[in-house]
């Protein structure tokens, strides 16, 4: 069974960082693209960025390029969101998800965790 568990999200005022943990687990996710999303109260769950399970190439959204990071520890089967500058606008629920495609679509993700909450004050 595969499962996602994110966590590490919390409450932090406008300029903080922030480091997201999604620990995977449940198969082998060589050949995956691993992509943090995050939904915001009344909006569509967005694309934040992804990574390559095997490539460690990453790809970021406009919206936080520069401002956010993600990584991955193979042997630990984790991959990490470091944010920084946070603004309050950056305000969601996060979510991890895996894939196989090339895709920025929540409709090509068939895995998801069940989210950590970022709230940014200003």
């Known amino acids: 069974q595969v499962q996602l568990v994110e966590s590490g999200g919390g409450l932090v005022q406008a300029g903080d960082s922030l480091r997201l943990s999604c620990a995977a687990s449940g198969r082998s996710f060589s050949g995956y693209w691993m992509a943090w999303f995050r939904q915001a109260p009344g909006k569509e769950r967005e694309f934040v960025g992804r990574?390559?399970?095997?490539?460690?190439?990453?790809y970021y959204s406009d919206s936080v390029k520069g401002r956010f990071t993600i990584s991955k520890d193979n042997a630990k089967n984790t991959v990490y969101l470091q944010m920084n500058s946070l603004k309050p606008e950056d305000t969601a629920v996060y979510y991890c998800?895996?894939?196989?495609?090339?895709?920025?679509?929540?409709?090509?993700?068939?895995?998801w965790g069940q989210g950590t909450q970022v709230t940014v004050s200003s």
């Open positions: 998800a895996a894939t196989r495609s090339y895709s920025t679509s929540t409709r090509d993700y068939g895995y």
């Open positions: 990574i390559g399970w095997s490539s460690s190439s990453t």
